[in-house]
């Protein structure tokens, strides 16, 4: 009995079950690195090129699933990269942060500055295979307008109308500086779609939500897996531009037929995926893996600089209130100290007094440099002594859901701790976070990782809305940024707005940190810009 | 018999009920919203407030809490916030894989623990006895996630055996299905079998001294014969509790290792769907898993009957 019980077990069966998993079949279509037919003769820089087979699949791991592909309704990065392969602008950005023609052919601006006359490229095709025309750019962007906060603000009391068949104009009410940047900008995605997609209302006949995606870019799409993944597959009938690729403007040559986008919250799994092969590009890889990464085989590591870490003052309420306690903690602080703490090695961030991306230097300034990363401990104990501070509790919101800003937090909080103040961190999940950081009286200071902007007055810094900063110099300085008639005017009034931040000490810099991908060292064509872009990116057969 | 299951289905409404109340209360509590999981970090106070007015999420919790349950009385589980579809929709679609995984699990589970328990029991205090032990205490402490993991590093990035994460339909064919859910499933089955070892080890040893055994060993029956006819049926009601018990906590979802292995199962969506305060999603798995373990707990209770004939349910 004992040896036919012993028999009985079942480690055999596991080896040959194991064995047998492990041995059979091929991958199915949404993991594997099929071997199709990608076949293509010109590369992104629109020269012939010898013809050269690709691989049928790219397998992109990312960290979330997108609440919608109707990007300008959301700000969420993962939405946008992948909307941004099915739906195309009228303008957008080179590499160099100049806005360049994508589906329109070129614009004229009136002399008084207030109307814009816009020429599309003809022949553009949609998905379901009806031609772009004038009519469905009008209805697109004036959906824009409606779903798109921030384009809504920025240029109210604007509206598209139709010239004939291939020109439009956009007419405003000011003359604003910054109109082409807002309609290239990544950020409030203005996307062309199909006139009566546009014109879709709900029930409460506001634009209705997408559900639908056609658009005229060089992929359509496919299929959306919830939890899962979204596949895309390339527009035949696309038409590219000749010019040179470029950040987001110019060929997108669609060089591989399927793209599929994972969802894989667990940052080891995307790493151990790219590592076998399961996945061709792991996004949003943190920098405590990425050292690690660096030096792996068949690996190649990306970054680019992508935001601003901020430390956030209550301007409003409590303690903080006082600016002379806020000259103190600015005059105290160790910047490169808590960068480190974020981002773990000086390889990953830059330290910079600038609101906006260094690459951008129409909009970098020297103002406030002397007031940023001081550095200074007995200067901010001089400022804290002459102040009338008393040993209030000094409450520091963060959340563990993005650890850079929480570790940064607890850096901070030693800091100040060592200066002399007495501090708590409250530590809460994101949705939680992102709600007591709403209020002004549930923290004294929170410190987030906030996204370059291409324009300097979307910073939300800068919203009285973000972290209460509610200031009348600010808002009409953003108006003369804005209204500036040149590039200097733009850039001496955004200097001016700078500096007073820096006096008011309402917030400040951290550094500027880098974010880092991850591709198999066979992708080639792969553009790291201020999004990753994927419509060039291939792998040789 | 009926009259007893009429009566447990009766009493899910109650549950059912009280339960709703409490996650609604609780989520509608805690701060955070879903228009920040849909619209992003940066998106304006404007957008925000549109969304949440659209959403009807300003209005007050009994207000709320009222539409949905007068929903739910006309078959109307609400559309999930985040994903814009039907609730039961969503959970439908997220069900099979998180069947397949239980199902796969609980078999493995079984696969190792009934022969581990009747070995252990039959050789007790033997070095056999001592080292399945050893092996439950390990299974019972260690992380499942943990364990995940290890198993990846091993099976997917040295050998390449199996794929490091995702999902293959069962369409697809049943190898290729079974290949995505292998690793999950064992480390969920381990895990789980550690448990049920133990208990039938422990059930099997109150058996296996009782007089009847002696009798049967006395007629001079084999001893394969004895110990899995005689003393396992005899000791397989808190057995069968255990498996029920372990199915429940597989079929209700494995929230980390779905998210470990990205499967698009029942407990990846519930994780999703609480930080993103996706309510009608929270609400709508919590009254599917209420109804599920009700459910489970009747089988389990009918099966006591069938096994132990002195269990008469409709005399309750």
């Not at chain 1, 859901?401 to 937090?409: C, F, K, L, Q």
């Not at chain 2, 001294?209 to 060993?217: C, D, L, P, W």
């Not at chain 2, 057995?239 to 470990?260: D, H, N, R, Y």
Request: charged residues 15%; negative net charge.
């Amino acid at each position: 009995m004992n040896t036919a019980i012993l028999k009985k077990l079942s480690l055999p069966f596991f080896a040959a079950l194991s064995l047998t998993l492990a041995g059979c079949g091929t991958e199915t279509n949404n993991t594997n690195n099929g071997e199709g037919a990608g076949t293509q003769q010109t590369n992104e820089n629109g020269e012939g090129a010898e013809t050269v087979e690709f691989r049928d699949e790219l397998n992109i791991a990312m960290t979330a699933q997108p609440p919608s592909l109707d990007a300008p309704r959301t700000a969420s990065n993962v939405a946008i990269n992948i909307a941004a392969h099915i739906f195309e602008p009228l303008f957008s950005m080179n590499e160099n942060y100049e806005v360049t023609p994508d589906l329109a052919l070129g614009y004229e601006v009136s002399v008084d500055g207030l109307v814009y006359t816009i020429t599309l490229r003809e022949g553009i095709m949609f998905h379901d295979g009806s031609e772009l025309t004038a009519a469905d750019a009008v209805a697109s962007m004036n959906r824009w307008l409606l779903v798109n906060g921030r384009a809504g603000n920025a240029l109210a009391g604007s509206v598209f109308e139709q010239v004939d068949d291939y020109t439009l104009t956009l007419t405003l009410e000011q003359p604003f500086g910054d109109v082409m940047q807002i309609m290239a900008s990544r950020a409030t995605f203005a996307i062309i779609m199909p006139e009566e997609l546009a014109l879709e209302l709900d029930e409460d006949g506001a634009p209705a939500v997408l559900e639908t995606f056609i658009g005229t870019g060089p992929y359509e799409f496919n299929e959306w897996r919830q939890d899962q993944f979204i596949h895309l597959t390339r527009f035949e009938a696309y038409e590219p531009r000749g010019e040179v690729a470029s950040g987001f403007s110019g060929m997108r040559a669609a060089y591989t037929p399927n793209l599929f986008f994972h969802f894989v919250s667990d940052v080891n799994t995307r790493i151990s995926g790219l590592r076998t092969g399961q996945f061709d590009i792991a996004e949003d890889i943190p920098f405590e893996n990425a050292s690690d990464l660096q030096n792996a085989d068949g690996i190649n590591l990306h970054t680019r600089n992508a935001g601003i870490l901020n430390a956030f003052f209550n301007t409003t309420e409590g303690i903080l209130s006082d600016p002379q306690i806020r000259h103190a903690i600015l005059a105290g602080m160790n910047n490169e100290e808590i960068m480190i703490g974020g981002y773990s090695s000086t390889d990953y961030f830059t330290l910079n007094h600038g609101f906006t991306n260094p690459s951008q230097q129409q909009w970098a300034v020297d103002a406030g440099v002397d007031a940023y990363n001081q550095n200074n401990q007995d200067l901010a104990r001089e400022l804290l002594a002459a102040s009338d501070y008393n040993g209030e509790t000094i409450r520091l919101l963060t959340t563990r859901d993005y650890i850079s800003m929480h570790n940064a937090t607890v850096v901070l909080d030693a800091q100040l701790r060592a200066l002399g103040f007495e501090t708590e961190i409250i530590n809460v999940d994101f949705p939680s976070f992102m709600e007591r950081r709403s209020t002004t009286t549930d923290w004294d200071i929170f410190i987030t990782s906030n996204g370059y902007n291409i324009l300097p007055t979307q910073i939300l810094a800068l919203d009285p809305n973000w972290a209460g900063f509610d200031s009348e110099f600010v808002a009409q300085a953003i108006q003369d940024v804005r209204l500036a008639p040149t590039q200097e005017a733009a850039t001496e009034a955004w200097a001016g707005l700078v500096g007073y931040v820096y006096e008011n000490a309402a917030f400040t810099p951290i550094g500027h940190f880098k974010n880092a991908m991850a591709t198999s060292d066979q992708v080639e064509g792969f553009v790291f810009f201020d999004h990753p872009v994927y419509w060039n990116a291939r792998i040789p057969r | 018999m009926v009259k007893y299951i009429f009566k447990r289905l009766g009493s899910m409404v109650v549950i059912l009920l009280i339960v709703s109340l409490f996650i609604f209360s609780i989520v509608y509590l805690i701060p955070g919203d879903a228009a920040t999981a849909v619209l992003g970090m940066e998106a304006s106070a404007e957008d925000i407030a549109n969304f949440t007015a659209r959403m009807g999420l300003d209005q007050p919790l009994w207000v709320q809490y009222g539409r949905w349950l007068g929903g739910i009385l006309t078959g109307d589980f609400g559309d999930s916030i985040f994903m814009r579809r039907p609730v039961l929709e969503a959970i439908g679609e997220h069900l099979p894989p998180t069947v397949s995984l239980a199902i796969f699990a609980q078999l493995i589970a079984l696969f190792l623990s009934l022969p581990a328990g009747i070995v252990a029991a039959y050789k007790k205090n033997t070095a056999l006895d001592k080292g399945v032990l050893f092996f439950t205490l390990l299974g019972t402490v260690f992380p499942s996630f943990l364990l995940a993991l290890f198993l990846m590093l091993f099976f997917s990035v040295q050998l390449m055996w199996f794929p490091v994460a995702g999902y293959s339909r069962l369409e697809n064919g049943l190898w290729e299905h079974l290949r995505f859910l292998f690793l999950p499933a064992l480390s969920l089955g381990i895990a789980q079998s550690a448990l049920i070892t133990r208990m039938t080890r422990a059930s099997l040893l109150e058996v296996l001294h009782t007089s009847y055994i002696k009798t049967a060993r006395a007629k001079g029956l084999r001893e394969g014969k004895v110990v899995m006819k005689h003393a396992l049926k005899n000791a397989g009601l808190p057995i069968i509790t255990t498996i029920g018990q372990s199915f429940s906590v597989l079929i209700t979802g494995a929230v980390v290792i779905e998210s470990l292995f990205a499967i698009p199962g029942i407990g990846r969506l519930i994780l999703n769907s609480i930080s993103r305060r996706d309510l009608p999603i929270i609400q709508g798995i919590v009254l599917v898993v209420t109804v599920f373990y009700v459910v489970i707990n009747i089988i389990i209770d009918l099966l006591y009957g069938a096994i132990d004939p002195r269990v008469r349910l409709d005399k309750e």
